[in-house]
Nanobody
Framework: QVELVESGGGPVQAGGSLRLSCAST????????MGWFRQAPGKERELVAA????????RYSDSVKARFIVTRDNAKKQTYLEMSEIEPEDAAVYYC???????????????WGQGTQVAVSA
């Protein structure tokens, strides 16, 4: 049973920074791709960033491009989302997901984490 566990969420002021982490319990941690998603109240879950195994293919949503950075450390079985210049619109529950590249970028990863809340104050 593979588990993905997010951490690092919490309250943050607009303009501030936050680092989210996603740890995998999989013995091999082989996911072709890892993705960060978010869901705000009343909105659909959306892809924020995706990164492939070699970290040479990365995709960001337009709303976070140039503000967020996704990285992964395969040896530590961790994926990270560095959030900077945080805006009130970034408030949401953030989820990590793992699977094939196609499944991740289409919003249907094979595995999901339980989510971590990011609350933004003005």
């Amino acid at each position: 049973q593979v588990e993905l566990v997010e951490s690092g969420g919490g309250p943050v002021q607009a303009g501030g920074s936050l680092r989210l982490s996603c740890a995998s319990t999989s013995p091999s941690f082989y996911f072709d791709a890892m993705g960060w998603f978010r869901q705000a109240p009343g909105k659909e879950r959306e892809l924020v960033a995706a990164i492939n195994w070699k970290s040479d293919l990365i995709r960001y949503s337009d709303s976070v491009k140039a503000r967020f950075i996704v990285t992964r450390d395969n040896a530590k079985k961790q994926t990270y989302l560095e959030m900077s210049e945080i805006e009130p619109e970034d408030a949401a529950v953030y989820y990590c997901g793992g699977g094939t590249w196609g499944r991740v970028v289409s919003g249907t990863p094979n595995y999901w984490g339980q989510g971590t809340q990011v609350a933004v104050s003005a």
